[in-house]
T-cell receptor
């Protein structure tokens, strides 16, 4: 079983819709939870990260962590065609080494105009 | 400020050939990483470095070697390429938790 599971999609929604992207994980030692966005044929870029449980909002993006359920989500409000990309969740276990990220498989998202 | 750059962008190798991928960063980051990305597998850590002169194995280190002789550079070597090493390779660097990625190298081994 992979430490981090993410539905690969693809996910296709109309412009303006609310998008929900999710990951589950099995290692309760994960403490930092991140979302990366990757455009086609580009490197991943960090969207946002949260420490422990709770919500974090940045413009149209909201990251949510539920450590009791080992479940994290990224919500995109008022989705735009420019949001079309692959979204990767990633987690850090500080016990193993501060900088070792474990990634989900990525969800490919398309926003249709 | 170029961030993280990778050389080359594309490469085709025959089985058994060797090559070196170069990663350079101009952000004075201590930490550097090499990942490979394959369809359905996400990003997997090959090797990483916590500072000049240090390297450590990641999740999938077999068949690869690395060196960090200068703080700004991190080299990934394939001594004898195999078709299973066909992939997109990404380098990243970080100060703390935010990793900055390069544009990637597409490698095909025939």
């Amino acid at each position: 079983q992979k430490e981090v599971e993410q539905d690969p999609g693809p996910l296709s929604v109309p412009e303006g819709a609310i998008v929900s992207l999710n990951c589950t994980y099995s290692n309760s030692a994960f403490q930092y939870f991140m979302w990366y966005r990757q455009y086609s044929r580009k490197g991943p870029e960090l969207l946002m990260y949260t420490y422990s449980s709770g919500n974090k909002e940045d413009g149209r993006f909201t990251a949510q962590v539920d450590k009791s359920s080992k479940y994290i989500s990224l919500f995109i409000r008022d989705s735009q065609p420019s949001d079309s990309a692959t979204y990767l969740c990633a987690m850090i276990n500080l016990i193993q080494g501060a900088q070792k990220l474990v990634f989900g498989q990525g969800t490919r998202l398309t926003i249709n105009p | 400020n170029a961030g993280v750059t990778q050389t080359p962008k594309f490469r085709v190798l025959k089985t058994g050939q060797s090559m070196t991928l170069l990663c350079a960063q101009d952000m004075n980051h201590e930490y550097m990483y090499w990942y490979r990305q394959d369809p359905g597998m996400g990003l997997r850590l090959i090797h990483y470095s916590v500072g000049e002169g240090t390297t450590a194995k990641g999740e999938v280190p077999d068949g690869y070697n690395v060196s960090r002789l200068k703080k700004q550079n991190f080299l990934l070597g394939l001594e004898s390429a195999a078709p299973s090493q066909t992939s997109v390779y990404f380098c990243a660097s970080s100060y703390l938790y935010e990793q900055y990625f390069g544009p990637g190298t597409r490698l095909t081994v025939t």
